[in-house]
């Protein structure tokens, strides 16, 4: 394809969880500070189309088509010559330069697909590389150990390009700062960005006051639900200030504009007001642990009906432990596709883990869906969960009502 993505700037990010929403951050500020900003992220919660942006709009399907079939004459000269077929990440990942190319962006946020070192992203010299944390997921190919997982990580770290570090391990983070070093990569923490919330948290916002050595902002409005997010912002912004420091202008405006009108489907996501119904992909430990947290501050003491579906390749015992506090009921359901064969066994782990908090098996989403709106009483909240398979089918069932 002749490297299209050289001659390009990128910002690169990795990490167990929080890329989707540092990089909406990273990407969305710049654009509202007047740049041409792309962004590719994963995985897709409805079309593919979604993890391609430019500007915040999703590729045409006249222009993903053309630039798939001009992929697709390449691979088929690959295996002439004998060579593998690419996955669908690395023909993704493909298509997202040649599209950023095509586009002339000044700036691409480019989301790492699983791990950092063996990554398809990992063809690029970026101006900013970010790790916003590291937890197990995906242990069968990144390790099984929180120090393998962050050396894969740390792989996205190139020489004198500097390195952002959100909150994680102290063993995991000395893995990713001693790769740094070797390769004279200055390290900053998101921990040099102070984030302090004003008030009580809503459903619809929260109000922030943001500091760091380079910029002091009060009473911002942030449109993303969560304590998580609140971790996810400090290491966007630790990168945004090194984006500045490189020459992307970016002002108060920007930021304020940007941080009161961020949306991330299925992230913390009211569906519903009436009654309350929120999806949320936590689908790996960290995540749920997470979710968990922020529903105590935002909803204290608030009893829930669950609605979970968990593929076969996930710790789902990590999960499940997660989300058990103030639980009414649980209806478990089945992920589509070949990863959700064993979902009853979500079942069994549940009653284990929670012998007192009833749980039913609704095998089709919908049906889950309803019956976990039939087992609400006055001033529970429904939480959608699990995997981005049944976030998928349950948001559409309300788009369409």
């Known amino acids: 394809m002749g490297n299209p993505q050289q001659g390009m700037t990128f910002v690169h990010v990795a990490g167990t969880n929080g890329k989707g929403s540092t990089s909406l951050i990273i990407a969305d500020v710049l654009c509202r500070a007047g ?23 999703e590729i045409g399907e006249e222009a993903f088509q053309s630039i798939l079939d001009g992929v697709e004459q390449h ?39 699983m791990g950092g070192s063996f990554d398809s992203t990992n063809v690029i010299i970026p101006l900013v590389s970010v790790i916003t944390g590291v937890d197990y997921d995906h242990t069968a190919f990144l390790g099984s150990s929180l120090e393998e997982i962050a050396a894969n990580k740390a792989g996205i770290i190139k020489n004198r ?32 960005v102070r984030i302090s919330r004003v008030g009580v948290p809503t459903l619809t916002k929260q109000i922030l006051n943001i500091e760091s050595a380079e910029m002091k902002l009060t009473g911002l409005k942030f449109s993303l639900l969560g304590n998580y997010q609140l971790s996810n912002l400090a290491t ?17 405006s920007s930021i304020r504009d940007s941080l009161a009108s961020l949306k991330i489907p299925a992230r913390m996501e009211v569906i519903r007001h009436d009654p309350l119904i929120i999806a949320d992909a936590a689908h790996n430990p960290q995540a749920a642990r997470a ?29 499940l432990a997660a989300l058990g506090a103030n639980t009414r009921a649980t209806v478990v359901c089945r992920p589509a596709g070949p990863r959700g064969e064993t979902w009853q066994d979500v079942t069994k782990q549940w009653r284990l883990i929670f012998p007192d908090i009833p749980v039913e098996e609704r095998e089709i989403i919908g049906m889950a869906v309803n019956r976990g709106m039939e087992l609400m009483e006055k ?11 049944v976030l998928d089918e349950a948001c559409r069932i309300f788009n369409h009502n």
């Open 379 to 389: 001033d529970d909240y429904l939480l959608i969960t699990g995997s981005f398979y």
């Open 161 to 192: 390009v500097p390195v952002v570090v959100g909150p994680m391990d102290k063993a995991a983070s000395r893995v990713i700062a001693l790769r740094a070093r070797e390769l004279e990569a200055e390290v900053h923490f998101s921990s040099e």
């Open 35 to 57: 740049y041409r900003v792309g962004r590719f992220s994963s995985p897709h919660l409805h079309s593919y189309f979604e993890r391609f942006t430019v500007d915040g709009r």
């Open 236 to 252: 966007a912004f630790t990168a945004l200030n090194l984006i500045n420091k490189q020459g992307y202008r970016v002002d108060e």
């Open 75 to 113: 691979i088929r000269m690959m295996l002439e010559r004998g060579e593998s077929h690419p996955t669908e990440f690395e023909i993704l990942t493909a298509v997202a330069f040649q599209y950023f190319k095509n586009e002339k962006v000044d700036l691409a946020v480019l989301e790492v697909g």
């Open 291 to 319: 979710l968990a947290d922020s529903f105590d501050a935002l909803l204290p003491g608030q009893r829930k009906v669950l609605v979970l579906g968990l593929v076969d390749d996930k710790d789902r015992d990590g999960i």
